[in-house]
């Protein structure tokens, strides 16, 4: 069975939520804070990750960061902070989603089982490969030149939407519906932080492929130049 870890400082939305995922089949371990839940995942990772993002000790922004310096583990964020910018701070730390309370246990259960299908989905996806660039078929990575890059569930999505159609550009209306299912009228730079964190990685490794933006559109594979 899956596990999941819970963190959020009120006693009664951690057992609420732990009641409803139970119930549908997930073991659950609650916490009161973040920083007990990092001490855990340290001796046994989870198979998703749900935070509060105001905690007593380190922040759910700052236990995301420290997660992602280890693990690509779905991060569904809980918080009473709904602003532009809290929302676009949330999917930077590298999470897959972000609910504001009040929030329903009920849709947070089916996108946790969406995002627990969508892995199944990525460990039965062939290799897509351009330029040399592979995605990995079974491992939410991508491989350059014998480097293996960590991507986290997002953006093995993106990149995986990117290489599927690799001479054309995906418009982020597409990037939003299919990789984290929102409409098009949705804030829209989320998409943006997560293709600046894929470019990160990529210079990080001396890639030839870059991911260019096609102004007022979307984003598309591409060679960078190489001076004579």
Do not use: C
């Amino acid at each position: 069975m899956k596990m999941i870890y819970v963190a959020d400082d009120e006693k009664a939305i951690r057992d609420l939520i732990a009641t409803i995922l139970q119930e549908s089949g997930f073991v659950v371990k609650t916490f009161e804070t973040g920083d007990q839940l990092l001490l855990a995942f340290i001796e046994e990772a989870a198979d998703v990750v749900v935070l509060d993002v105001m905690m007593p000790g380190t922040s759910g922004f700052g236990i995301a960061r420290k997660l992602r310096e280890r693990s690509s583990v779905p991060i569904i964020f809980l918080t009473a902070r709904d602003t532009d910018h809290d929302f676009i701070d949330g999917f930077a730390t590298g999470a897959d989603d972000y609910f504001t309370k009040p929030f329903s246990p009920v849709k947070l259960t089916l996108r946790i089982k969406a995002i627990l299908a969508r892995q199944k989905d990525m460990i039965t996806a062939n290799s897509l490969v351009f330029e040399g660039l592979r995605l990995h078929p079974e491992l939410p990575e991508m491989v350059w030149n014998n480097h293996d890059l960590r991507l986290t569930a997002t953006e093995y999505k993106v990149m995986r939407l990117l290489l599927s159609e690799p001479n054309h550009t995906v418009s982020r209306e597409q990037l939003l519906e299919e990789v984290w299912g929102y409409q098009a009228d949705v804030e829209t730079r989320v998409t943006d932080d997560t293709v600046k964190r894929l470019r990160k990685k990529l210079r990080q490794v001396d890639s030839h492929v870059i991911i260019e933006t096609v102004w007022g559109y979307g984003f598309k594979l591409g060679r960078k130049s190489v001076a004579l």
